[in-house]
């Protein structure tokens, strides 16, 4: 490698197979790979016959480490970032450290892969078009509760990780706090043997998870569907009619935009209806 990087690099969740041939080039081809638990990242550097030494980059010890990282790169050596699953920052450490590298001027190159959030949002059956993510949600029920009520009216799909130990005690302050009719998807276990992906209104979504111990095992990625703006409601009838003949033939702009002219009602409004009813 020319010049001297911090690659971040993105390893599997789950399955193995999942891992990239990039990914594994440079694992093999850095001086150095920063680990969130390196006896964790033993395992998958065996399996890929990845001979690079590691050390441990966490939580605790970040701030620490960051200066031993900008000296290797300051020696002309290239340095991978890893976390134990995943795409390292995502609910994971490494944010002091790339952020010291680059305010050092050296070169952050990211190397894509897995996302527990983005493999649970592709398959959910959600509105991905706006989303945001929440990371775990506070382990005490009177905080979670509390953190929850910012979302009893947000239309965009919210995403949380939750663990197994607390997955049914938040599923049902979700089911108070934003009520049992609201839809979620729980997506268990990604890309492992047991792997679920079930949703399903809060109400019945916890009958289900209750039902089955299995489904109380392993790592959650939790997808909240916002609330769904009622604009059609100010809208006629036969506006709505025009509308949908429109979005059958053309993008969902352009339908609205043409709508407009018909039907006299402001495109910004018709956009709004037809992202609702597309």
């Given amino acids: 490698m020319a010049d001297a990087s911090l690659f971040v690099v993105a390893t599997p969740i789950g399955n193995l197979n999942d891992m990239s041939p990039r990914a594994v080039e440079v694992l093999q081809s850095v001086a150095l790979i920063a680990a969130e638990d390196t006896r964790h990242s033993s395992r998958l550097m065996a399996h890929f016959n990845i001979k690079t030494p590691m050390i441990s980059v966490h939580d605790h010890n970040e701030r620490q480490r960051q200066q031993t990282i900008i000296d290797k790169l300051a020696a002309g050596e290239s340095v991978a970032l890893i976390s134990d699953a995943g795409t390292p920052l995502i609910s994971d450490p490494g944010f002091i450290v790339v952020r010291a590298v680059r305010e050092a001027g050296f070169k952050v190159v990211p190397v894509p892969g897995c996302s527990a959030v983005i493999a649970a949002m592709c398959a959910a059956g959600v509105p991905t078009d706006r989303f945001i993510f929440e990371g ?48 979620v998807v729980l997506a268990r276990e990604l890309t492992k043997t047991f792997e679920t992906i079930h949703g399903a209104a809060l109400q019945e979504l916890i009958a289900f998870v209750e039902a089955d111990p299995n489904q109380q095992k392993g790592e959650f990625v939790v997808l909240v569907q916002g609330v769904q703006a009622q604009v059609s409601e100010d809208i ?43």
């Fill in 136 to 183: 775990f949600l506070p382990a005490k029920k009177s905080n979670r509760q509390q953190f929850l009520e910012q979302f009893v009216d947000e239309p965009r799909t919210v995403v949380f990780y939750e663990s197994t130990h607390r997955i049914v005690e938040s599923l049902s302050d979700m089911q108070q706090v934003l009520g049992a009719d609201r839809y």
């Fill in 236 to 278: 006629d009838a036969a506006a709505l009619k025009t509308l949908d003949v429109l979005l059958e033939e053309l993008p969902v702009k352009q339908a609205a935009a043409l709508a407009a002219k018909i039907t006299g009602y402001k495109k910004n409004k018709l956009y709004q209806v037809a992202l609702e009813r597309k």
